[in-house]
């Protein structure tokens, strides 16, 4: 269960979300600029939020008060940009194990196949990023978020900088995490279709403040502008 209350002054924005989570994907819907990014940084421990408390399962991440922050490696936390973020200089093969060994992990290799499998990237293994379409370099992206055995994985807009037919490509692979993977997720977008395939949970942001929280019931009507 993810645990978030927390408040957080940015220049002329203040960031304050109060919400409580057991779905399978915790989407944070808003327009660009709305605070989504900072909400999950915070999560992510790259923010330090002023006032509040973040929790996973009751474990305390952060708490304002306490001068309680646990440090950004120490969270179990996986992170997926926009941007894959993978190593030009690294194949898919080193790349995904990045993770794991940062955090110096046994090698799993059930978990390997299993990871490699489910993305559909087995045969990409001895290619550079490079050499790998958009889509393709975020699903590595995925797996190396996936490998490094995290308790929550966060996905900042990962179809943002994609075409439609890279969006559609990736969508399936998502969803699959959504239901085989047995990770929770925290799912930013500003693309209401994309919350009503993945979402399970949904807090609407405007502003920096959460004003809704639920199902795809407090999504924009389809026809209407985001």
Same mark, same amino acid.
């Given at each position: 269960?993810?645990?978030?209350?927390?408040?957080?002054?940015?220049?002329e924005?203040t960031?304050?979300?109060?919400?409580t989570?057991?779905?399978?994907?915790?989407?944070?819907?808003?327009?660009?600029?709305?605070?989504?990014t900072s909400?999950? *940084?915070?999560?992510?421990?790259?923010?330090?939020?002023?006032?509040?408390?973040?929790?996973?399962?009751g474990?305390?991440?952060?708490?304002?008060a306490?001068?309680?922050?646990?440090?950004?490696h120490? /969270?179990?936390?996986g992170?997926?940009?926009?941007?894959?973020?993978?190593f030009?200089?690294?194949?898919?093969? /080193?790349?995904?194990?990045?993770?794991?060994?940062? *955090?110096?992990?046994?090698?799993?290799?059930?978990?390997w196949?299993?990871v490699?499998?489910?993305?559909d990237?087995s045969?990409l293994?001895?290619?550079?990023?490079?050499k790998?379409?958009?889509g393709?370099?975020?699903?590595?992206a995925?797996?190396?978020?996936?490998l490094?055995?995290?308790?929550?994985?966060l996905?900042?807009?990962?179809?943002g900088?994609?075409?439609?037919e890279?969006?559609?490509?990736i969508?399936?692979?998502?969803?699959r995490?959504?239901?085989?993977?047995?990770?929770?997720?925290?799912?930013?977008?500003?693309?209401?279709?994309?919350?009503?395939?993945?979402?399970?949970?949904?807090?609407?942001?405007?502003?920096?403040?959460?004003?809704?929280?639920?199902g795809?019931?407090?999504?924009?009507?389809?026809?209407?502008?985001?």
């Amino acid at each position: 269960m993810l645990q978030v209350d927390v408040s957080k002054r940015l220049g002329e924005l203040t960031v304050e979300a109060a919400f409580t989570s057991d779905g399978r994907v915790t989407g944070l819907f808003g327009a660009s600029g709305a605070g989504k990014t900072s909400l999950i *940084n915070m999560i992510a421990g790259l923010l330090r939020p002023d006032v509040g408390t973040i929790s996973i399962d009751g474990e305390i991440l952060d708490d304002a008060a306490a001068g309680t922050h646990v440090a950004v490696h120490r /969270r179990r936390i996986g992170y997926v940009f926009q941007d894959a973020r993978l190593f030009p200089h690294l194949d898919v093969r /080193r790349n995904l194990d990045y993770g794991r060994r940062m *955090n110096r992990l046994a090698e799993d290799a059930a978990l390997w196949r299993r990871v490699t499998d489910l993305l559909d990237i087995s045969h990409l293994l001895d290619r550079r990023p490079g050499k790998l379409s958009g889509g393709e370099r975020q699903r590595v992206a995925l797996g190396r978020a996936l490998l490094s055995q995290p308790r929550l994985l966060l996905l900042d807009e990962p179809l943002g900088s994609l075409d439609e037919e890279r969006k559609e490509e990736i969508l399936p692979y998502l969803v699959r995490l959504r239901d085989e993977a047995g990770i929770p997720m925290v799912y930013v977008s500003h693309d209401p279709s994309e919350m009503r395939k993945l979402a399970t949970q949904i807090a609407m942001i405007q502003h920096g403040r959460v004003t809704a929280f639920g199902g795809g019931e407090v999504l924009p009507a389809a026809h209407a502008p985001v």
